[in-house]
C-alpha cells in the first residue's frame, strides 16, 4: 500500500475568546488544539495503515505553536511528521496555504494518497483540498464519509445536501473527509512517550524553494480591512408559567418569525 499524506492544523482553542492582530489576521500566538476534523483525517489514514500496510506522514504548514498539533497526530500513531514554519507566510490565503501544501507533499516519497479534513474549524473555507488536488493535478474527491482502497483503486461515498454519491478514482488523489467517516482514537500512553521521540521534519519556504514573495498577507487576493467586535449577548425573555407559559412561548415564537 502507498504511503498516505495527511494535512492537519493547530486552530485557535474553541472555548477561547479569538484575538486579531493589527492587519485583522486571527491571533495564533496561543496555540490551540488539533483541528477535531484533521483527528478524524488521521484516524482514516491509520486504519488503511493497519488494514493494508505502508506509512502515514502528517504535515502541517504554520508557526512555531503548531508543533503540539502535530506531536498529538503523532501520538495517535502517525509514523512522520512535516512541519513548513516561516514568518512569510503569515496572512496567506487558501490558495497560497494549499500552493505551499502541495509543494511540500512533493517531498514526500512514494505518496499516492493526501487525506484532510473537508473544512477547518477556524476558517471553514472548505476549498483547500480540492486547491491543493489542482496544484497536483490529482482527482479530487470531497466530503467523504466512507473511503475503501483495493488494488489502487479509491471508492468513496460522498454526502452533500443533494444525497450520496458514489465516486471512484485511481490513486494517487486527494481525499477530504467529514465528522461521519469515523470515529478517532484516544492516543494510548505508549504512543504519547513515542511521539515525544518522533523527528519532526522542519521546512522553510526557501527549503521548499518557495519565493517568499508569492505567498503571505501582501500577496494574498483578500484582506481584511476592518473588523467589529460582537455585540454582547442579551438577556433573553423569561416566561413565568401561571397557566398562560405555553401560548406566551408560541407568541414569542410566532413574533420572532420562529414558527
Known sequence: ?????????????????????????????????????????????????????????VLAVGPDKANDAVRKALSMGADKAIHVSDPAIAGSDAVQTAYILATAIGTVEGAELVIAGNTSGDGAIGAVPAIVADYLGLPALTHVRKLEISGGTITAERETEEGVFTLES???????????????????????????????????????????????????????????????????????????GGNQIAQYLVSNKII
Open 1 to 57: 500500500m502507498p504511503n498516505i499524506v495527511v494535512l492537519i492544523k493547530q486552530v485557535p482553542d474553541y472555548e477561547s475568546e479569538k484575538k486579531l492582530n493589527s492587519d485583522f489576521t486571527l491571533d495564533r500566538s496561543e496555540g490551540g488544539p488539533l483541528d477535531e476534523i484533521n483527528e478524524r483525517a488521521v484516524e482514516e489514514a491509520l486504519q488503511i495503515k493497519e488494514a493494508q500496510g505502508g506509512e502515514v506522514t
Open 170 to 244: 485511481a490513486a494517487p488523489a486527494v481525499v477530504s473527509v467529514g465528522e461521519a467517516i469515523n470515529t478517532p482514537r484516544f492516543p494510548s500512553f505508549k504512543n504519547i512517550m513515542a511521539a515525544k521521540k518522533k523527528e519532526i521534519q522542519k521546512l522553510t519556504l526557501a527549503d521548499l524553494g518557495i519565493d517568499a514573495s508569492v505567498v503571505g498577507g501582501a500577496a494574498s487576493a483578500s484582506a481584511v480591512t476592518s473588523a467589529t467586535p460582537k455585540p454582547p449577548r442579551e438577556a433573553g425573555q423569561r416566561v413565568t408559567d401561571e397557566g398562560e
